[in-house]
């Protein structure tokens, strides 16, 4: 089955820094990657997804890129903001089987 | 549109007792997707059901865990004569048929504290 690998586990970025988190899967077959952002004690909310058609996605501060051959995808935050501070959580899915997820990553933005 | 639906948020039971965990999913939506979130950890999934049907339970412990999805009602996640290392936050997540496994949208979960 398919493995989502995800680093760092913490990552610590000065207001207006950028922040990547990157996650490898396992399972050439997969082709939607979701990242999730989960703040304290809330719901995980969908933040951008990709599917394997293309290799890059954009929505305004928030980027994800995607290698299909490398089996890598990471999510992109530039001039990050105290409410980034969050767990960033991706995800991995061939559409046949339940989305299978990384361990998060907690980022904090120090303002 | 109320959005996935999970009761209680909260959830205190002692050991040996039963839990019952329920999730009402998007209108409309027919796949309904369990996950568990023990603390500082991601989400492992559970069990994937749709109407009168499960789909998919290979996440879900083969003891004392059990998962339905009547034809009319919430899903409903019960873990009967629970433990300690049951403790964890549990959310429950629906997709729409022509997106079965694309497009979650998550509920509040409800954490559950076995004492």
């Known amino acids: 089955g398919e493995n989502v690998e995800q680093h760092p586990s913490t990552l610590s970025v000065q207001e207006g820094d950028s922040a990547v988190i990157k996650c490898t899967y396992s399972d050439s077959a997969s082709n939607y990657f979701p990242w999730y952002k989960q703040e304290l004690g809330k719901r995980p909310q969908l933040i951008i997804d990709?599917?394997?058609?293309?290799g890059e996605k954009k929505d305004q501060r928030i980027a994800v890129t995607l290698n299909k051959t490398a089996k890598h995808f990471s999510l992109h935050i530039t001039e990050t903001q105290p409410e980034d501070s969050a767990v960033y959580f991706c995800?991995?899915?061939?559409?046949?089987?339940?989305?299978?997820f990384g361990k998060g990553t907690r980022l904090s933005v120090i303002a | 549109n109320a959005g996935v639906m999970q009761n209680p948020r909260h959830l205190v039971r002692r050991r040996g007792q039963e839990a019952r965990l329920r999730c009402s999913p998007v209108?409309?939506?027919?796949?309904v997707y369990w996950y568990r979130q023990l603390p500082e950890e991601g989400l492992k999934f559970m069990v994937y059901l749709q109407k009168e049907n499960i789909i998919d339970e290979s996440g879900m412990p083969k003891e004392r865990f059990s998962a339905e999805f009547p034809k009319e009602g919430p899903s409903i996640l019960r873990i009967q004569q629970v433990v300690r290392g049951d403790s964890a936050a549990y959310f429950c997540?629906?997709?729409?048929?022509?997106?079965?496994?694309?497009?979650?949208?998550f509920g509040s979960g409800t954490r559950l504290t076995v004492v």
């Open positions: 997540a629906s997709s729409p048929p022509s997106n079965s496994n694309y497009g979650y949208t």
């Open positions: 209108k409309g939506h027919s796949h």
């Open positions: 990709i599917r394997s058609n293309v």
């Open positions: 995800a991995a899915t061939s559409g046949n089987t339940p989305l299978v």
